[in-house]
């Protein structure tokens, strides 16, 4: 088998820091054959910028090319599920940006229909894929701090002038462009399970959408997830995993994790460097979601045993019903 041949679904910020993290990868096992903006002009810049043989100025060409095996969608979350679904009917595997949807019945019709098509269907956390996060399930696994009973969690950036973290058309608010990390931490931490009961209080921005928000999540066995998030203000963005025997830390930035200290030791978890400038902090790590892509398909499986398609429609259903408790809705939560 030659490389994993990659299709980009749109040139914006994060589709640059994805393909400058798979030149961190071996050319033998990766290679980027296509990509596709809605303005030819800013998809022939990025393949200068890249090396990437063909640029398209619709998805919908780069959803025909024979060439390419899997396609890494990065446009804004409102946009995920149309252009999922383009490429799952024209047969292509499919990395989709977190989060999946705009909520759980749109992740749940993409998933769907990935097992309709039997093609390969994955949400985005590339948190997951850190070896930070691969050393924490493995912990947790051997029972290093006994059994689970908290896990603590915070995320806050100064992002309430960013119109894409405001505007409702764009999919703005908190919870779903930040607030889904902690809580999907949560989940991987709880192994999968549905929380007995949540809680959640927040404030609104004028637009509608959730500017600050904190959520308990309340687990069988009296066990509990305090997760809070703003774009008002800078928060310390650590998480904390606390059991019967010890505490796993994960030092700012815990949603892309370099460090865990367990038990007061710590460890550390040093990136790839980049060869181009990033956009946004730790970057490079998106490589690990995109092997751990290739493994998948070179085993022939059609989701994730990390980010599985239960594990997506977990954490939706979870930040659907913190929206609901919050008053915050969207136009595709119209039936």
Known sequence: MGPLQWGI????????DFLVALKTLPPEDHKVVGIASRELSRAQEYAHTHNIPKAYG?????????????VYVGVIHPYH????????QAGKNVLCEKPLG????EVKAMVRAAREKGIFFMEAFWSRFFPASEKLRSLLRQGAIGDVVTVHADFGLPLITVPRCTEKELGGGGLLDIGLYCV???CMVFGGEKPK??????????TGVDKMGSIILNF???????????LLSKLPNRASISGTKGIVEIPSNFWCPLQLVVNGKKEEFPLPPPSQKLNFLNSTGLCYEAEHIRQCLLQGLKESPVVSHADSELVHSILDEVRRQLGVSYPQDQP
């Open 197 to 206: 009961s949540i809680v959640a209080s927040g404030f609104l921005h004028d």
């Open 220 to 230: 069988s066995g009296s066990r509990q997830a305090v997760l809070t998030y703003t």
């Open 81 to 88: 599920l149309p252009s999922t679904l383009l490429f799952i």
């Open 58 to 70: 619709s998805y919908a060409e780069l959803a025909q090319d024979p060439d390419v095996e899997v």
């Open 102 to 105: 705009m909520n759980a019945a």
């Open 9 to 16: 679904c749109s040139a914006g910020k994060i589709s640059h």
């Open 184 to 186: 999907q931490l949560a």
